[in-house]
Every structure is written in C-alpha cells, then in structure tokens.
Nanobody, 120 residues
Framework: HVQLVESGGGSVQAGGSLRLSCAGS????????MAWFRQAPGKELEGVAV???????TYAESVSGRFTISRDNDKNTLFLEMNSLKPEDTAMYYC???????????????RGQGTQVTVS
C-alpha cells in the first residue's frame, strides 16, 4: 500500500520561496508518474506540475517559470520548489502518484493529506 506525506508548507510573504516535500512509503518506483495539485478555498482542485518516469515535466501556466518539480527516486521523495510566490498561490497543496496516469487531472491512484501554503 502506498502512502504519501507532504511537508514544507507554511506562511510566506509575496515574492518569497518555499520548498514542499512529499515522502512516499510503500512501493513507489521511478516508473510512477508523480504530481502536485492545489486547492484554494472555494475553488476546484488544480493540477500544478507533473513529473514522469524519464523526468520530463509539465507545469500549469500559472506557475510555469516560478515552480520546479523534481524527485529523488532513491529516497522516494517528490519536491516542489516554489519561487516568486504570489497571494494567489495560497492553497492546500497535495502530492499524488500513479503508475499509469500522468496528466494534470486528479485521476491519480494515490494522494497525500496536503500541506497548507499561505502567501500574504
């Protein structure tokens, strides 16, 4: 059984940076697609970034150039480096993993509980 646990969220001023981590337990190999999603109060869940098995990445237009998704397969850990943060980046951030689906919608088999990011 795969479990994902996010960390690294917090409160930051606009223009600041945060680095989110997602630790995976159970069997998550480099073959898995992994992603970050976010949901702001009153808004729908939004795909933020995806990384696939060969480390190709995809970003939502709203974060492209500011956020970087990466992974450490040896440590079963996914990262999201967030720079130049804006108040509109305020949301609960979730990581997700799937062996077959690699898109920007929440069709992933596994999802964490989330970590809150607040930008003021």
């Amino acid at each position: 059984h795969v479990q994902l646990v996010e960390s690294g969220g917090g409160s930051v001023q606009a223009g600041g940076s945060l680095r989110l981590s997602c630790a995976g337990s159970g069997y998550i190999s480099s073959a898995y697609c992994m992603a970050w999603f976010r949901q702001a109060p009153g808004k729908e869940l939004e795909g933020v970034a995806v990384i696939v098995s060969d480390d190709r990445t995809t970003y939502a237009e709203s974060v492209s150039g500011r956020f970087t998704i990466s992974r450490d397969n040896d440590k079963n850990t996914l990262f999201l480096e967030m720079n130049s943060l804006k108040p509109e980046d305020t949301a609960m951030y979730y990581c997700a993993a799937d062996l077959g689906y690699c898109g920007m919608d929440m069709f992933y088999s596994y999802r964490g509980q989330g970590t809150q990011v607040t930008v003021s």
